[in-house]
């Protein structure tokens, strides 16, 4: 009850008082104290009615200080008033008094500026204007006369300015060559020809532009330059297939000679890699493939110029460099407890008690680095704790990638946090490359017995093959030319040198040889370990989350993997004596973080109501105060506003179609400026179902295209706040990441650096769709798109940059949180990402709630990530108990979508089993 009145009290305000409001959000520089003006009035009537409105229409002006450039005695001055063709005053005007001229309703259209303005000496130079349109009609009739009126415009020259302010489209800003400015003072219908004989006849225009002269006012802003339209670097067809990073990184020709690994897209899931690893082996030398995740392929190539030749091969959507898994657990946070206190909370403490610790359960814990965990073992981890990196199989020689200083010691407060939460479990800490999304389905495949070799295991083993045969073969020509020099023992100077030379030869390739029996040893020991460390794996805790690379509403594959190993057991079966069925495995209990990108992320219903092509990020316009209302009124109304329509609380923002950004620092503060050197990625996701007329086709119905902009001067202080410069644009067609016979995801991309401190804004522009052959096959489409703002080459304790005017929290938490049958984590925080994504809008995710922030030796870490890692704890107590798997925090009771603490009957129920225990 109390969110509708709110709704409707805001609701109702807005409509009282959007019109006195439409002015407080754009800051403006005062004008100046006088100005020089030109006045265009129409007076139609015999003689004596002339000079009477013309009396009239003089004092007018004189009472607001108008001063007629024209010197007394000028003989056009005492004519005018007897002229009918006499239409023009020029002369200077005080600043605060010039909107009053419009006031008499004789002036039909006035143009002025600062006196003394110095216009450009070219006739084409640029003059920046703002125009005042007559108003009055219904909203969209005034969209159209303001459509209408740009376009009129671009024949004089007019560019028209980006994302301003227009007023319920009563402004139009922009530029115009000064020699067609005072052409403006005229009827806008008759020009640029003039009225005598004009291109089109006004009648003849459309409605309402052909109606009335459309301009009112026209200042010409004394600003020194006006910003240049932004072009976009250009792409070649055939780079069409690259994203933004790949197409730098080959444009760098230092970088095009040097080993890179990337991500290649097809058309379809991957189910032969032999035919893969066979092309790549014989057209690619020096090529190898690490992994495959469905229609994803992970490849290596010896130079990255290879890249250029592999996007040609058939069945190739789009080629990319590697997507990277977000950390979810950051330093401090709000609500910092102790471990113990957690465990208190949580009333895990009683189920300690009663000896569920954990015992007996293997629990995999995922995450990007932990440097340092083998120094905790016995201190912090459990005794039985093993360590695995899967970046080892990556690397020919079979060692570990060195650490990434950006993640140093991530999965440790995780680790901490769960070990404290089920102290004797066997922990095993799996390190991936957080850029190797198939790592998860390797884990999967290990843990649960279905591989021995993973896929990069047998790649490398057949590598360490050839390299084998190859230096049997060098080893053999070794010994061959050792015995053919030994075969001749004179001390001839010659074949003493060649006796030298084929011995250095040969010790060089017992050397190799003994370097590759290292090597072979290592992978010998890493398969072994891998293998008996991951198998039998009850508990999967990961904590790492992607928001942008793979399809998001629980598309992806490793989703779909997630969601069948993690369903509940069949009806069991009565097996008769010697019947060859095995008992099938459980099912693995999927504990997963949610996204900890929070106000970084938008997402859903692409809305363009008004039709002009850009996306409105919110329906409801924003509620702008006027300073009469009073703080505490305005405060009142402002919290409203936010409860019923969901906007956040910058006030200044002046479109729906424009979100803001700033910095968000650590301490959750947030600052308008981003910094210099930011790099930032954009990346919009949506799903479109297939055209079953083209089952082929891959462009998009709703082609979007992301556009950035600076904001010039946000103070207002020299030119109008909501001037704005763009300076990055989305180039290329949108690329397809997934596809199937139903319907297509697809992803656009922008990348920029911040080159200095400055205010940016983003904006979605829906692109030209491409017009069917016939009107019939046109399809309206209904999508819901997410935007992921990424900050570059960070770690989770640097600032960040967040979406400021407007975020949906409701926009899903990531992948592969999105599964149903995941047990996805979350913290009870402000802004925290909700929702299993735009497109399963009624999923409810996270399925849970841990702590918001755990204190680990004095050090406070916050996240969804520390609160998985806890739960995974919980989650190994529970299965202890023999509680029914998957969905274990169900089957002890504790109510979907609440906070984890054990219920007390659940306990009691615990307890008395244990008592009948013999």
């Not at 200077?92 to 002036?107: A, C, E, F, H, Y």
């Not at 594959?557 to 097996?575: E, M």
């Not at 409810?844 to 996240?863: F, M, N, Q, R, T």
């Not at 029914?884 to 979907?896: Q, Y």
């Amino acid at each position: 009850m109390m969110h509708s009145l709110a709704r409707s009290v805001v609701a109702t305000l807005a409509v009282l008082i959007a019109t006195s409001l439409a002015e407080a959000q754009v800051k403006e520089p005062p004008r100046a104290e006088k100005l020089d003006i030109q006045i265009r009035y129409r007076i139609r009537a015999d003689r004596d009615e002339r000079i009477r409105q013309f009396r009239q229409l003089e004092k007018h002006l004189k009472d607001l200080g108008f001063v007629d450039a024209r010197k007394k005695g000028d003989p056009t001055l005492e004519l005018d008033i007897l002229d009918p063709t006499a239409e023009r005053f020029t002369g200077t005007i005080p600043g605060s008094k010039v909107m009053q001229v419009l006031d008499n309703v004789r002036v039909q259209t006035i143009l002025f500026a600062p006196s003394g303005f110095k216009y450009p000496e070219n006739p084409d130079g640029a003059v920046v204007l703002r125009i005042g349109l007559r108003a009055g009609l219904l909203l969209p009739a005034q969209q159209q006369l303001h459509k209408q009126v740009v376009a009129h415009l671009g024949r004089l020259g007019f560019v028209e300015s980006l994302g301003y302010d227009t007023r319920d489209y009563t402004i139009v800003r922009g530029a115009i060559p000064y020699k067609n400015l005072n052409k403006l003072v005229k009827d806008l219908r008759t020009e640029p020809a003039g009225w005598f004989l004009p291109d089109t006849q006004p009648d003849q225009l459309p409605a309402p532009l052909r109606d009335r002269n459309p301009l009112r006012w026209v200042e010409v802003l004394p600003v020194p330059d006006f910003p240049a339209p932004y072009t976009p670097p250009p792409v070649l067809p055939v780079q069409l297939k690259y994203t933004p990073d790949l197409r730098a990184a080959l444009g760098d020709a230092a970088a095009k000679d040097k080993p890179a690994r990337v991500e290649v897209i097809f058309n379809s899931s991957i189910t032969n890699l032999e035919a893969l690893r066979t092309r790549l082996n014989g057209a690619y030398l020096g090529s190898t493939l690490d992994g495959v995740i469905g229609n994803v392929a992970s490849i290596r190539f010896a130079k990255l110029s290879d890249v250029e030749r592999y996007a040609l091969e058939p069945g190739v959507l789009s080629v990319r460099l590697p997507r990277a898994g977000n950390e979810t657990t950051a330093p401090g946070g709000p609500n910092a407890v102790t471990i113990a206190e957690a465990i208190k909370n949580a009333k895990l403490d009683e189920l300690h008690k009663l000896g569920y610790t954990g015992a007996g359960v293997k629990v995999i814990l995922v995450g990007s680095d932990f440097s340092g965990a083998d120094k905790l073992i016995g201190n912090g981890l459990p005794k039985r704790t093993r360590i695995v990196d899967l970046t080892t199989e990556l690397s020919s020689e079979i060692l570990p990638a060195p650490p990434d200083p950006l993640r140093l010691g991530a999965g440790i407060p995780a680790a901490r946090a769960l070990a404290a939460a089920a102290p004797d479990i066997e922990l095993v800490l799996v390190r991936i490359d957080p850029s190797c999304f198939f790592h998860l389905t390797t884990v999967v495949q290990l843990l649960r017995g279905q591989v021995q070799y993973t896929d990069a295991l047998q790649l490398r083993l057949s590598e360490l093959a050839i390299r084998s045969a190859a230096l049997e073969k060098e080893k053999r020509a070794a010994i061959d030319a050792y015995k053919a020099a030994f075969a001749d023992l004179s001390d001839n100077e010659v074949a003493v040198k060649l006796r030298a030379k084929t011995k250095a030869d040969l010790e060089a390739v017992i050397k190799k040889e003994d370097a590759l029996t290292v090597v072979l040893d290592r992978f010998n020991v890493y398969q072994k370990e891998v293998v008996s460390a991951l198998a039998g794996g009850q508990v999967l805790v990961n904590t790492l989350v992607w928001e942008s690379g793979y399809p998001m509403d629980a598309l992806s594959t490793f989703v779909q993997t997630v969601d069948l190993l993690a369903s509940p057991l069949p009806p069991k079966i009565v097996k008769r004596p010697g019947d060859p069925l095995a008992a099938p495995k459980p099912p693995l209990v999927g504990v997963q973080a949610s996204s900890n990108a929070g106000a970084s992320v938008w997402g859903g219903q692409f809305m363009d109501a008004n039709r002009d092509g850009w996306m409105e990020f919110t329906p409801y316009p924003r509620l702008r105060l006027p300073e009469y209302l009073g703080p505490e009124l305005s405060s009142f109304l402002t919290a409203a506003s936010e409860i019923a329509l969901g906007v956040m609380p910058y006030s200044d923002n002046w479109s729906q179609q424009l979100n803001f950004l700033g910095t968000r620092a650590v301490n959750g503060e947030v600052t308008p400026e981003l910094p210099a050197g930011m790099k930032l990625r954009f990346v919009i996701q949506w799903r479109e179902p297939a055209d079953p007329n083209f089952p082929d086709n891959d462009q998009p119905a709703v082609p979007l295209i992301l556009r950035l902009f600076r904001q010039i001067d946000p103070t207002g202080k020299t030119r109008s706040s909501d001037d704005l410069a763009e300076v990055a644009q989305s180039v290329s067609v949108p690329q397809v990441i997934y596809r199937t016979r139903t319907f297509l995801v697809f992803e656009q991309i922008i990348e920029y650096t911040v080159p200095a401190p400055g205010r940016f804004a983003l904006a979605i522009e829906s692109g030209a769709p491409v017009e069917p052959l016939l009107p019939a096959l046109k399809r309206d489409l209904e999508i819901y798109p997410r935007v992921i703002l990424e900050t570059m080459g960070t770690a989770t304790s640097d600032p960040r940059a967040v979406f400021r005017s407007y975020t949906t929290p409701n926009a899903g938490v990531g992948t592969p949180g999105d599964a149903l049958r995941a047990i996805t984590i979350g913290t009870d925080v402000p802004g925290a990402l909700v929702g299993g994504g735009t497109g399963i809008t009624l999923r409810a995710k996270p399925d849970y709630y841990g702590p918001s922030a755990l204190v680990i030796d004095a050090d406070p870490y916050g996240g969804p990530g520390i609160a998985t890692g806890f739960a995974g704890g919980l989650a190994a107590c529970i299965v202890q108990t023999n509680a029914t798997l998957p969905e274990v925090f169900k089957s002890a009771g504790i109510e979907h979508g609440k906070h984890l603490q054990l219920p007390d009957a659940w306990l009691r129920a615990v307890k008395l089993i244990e008592k009948r225990k013999p």
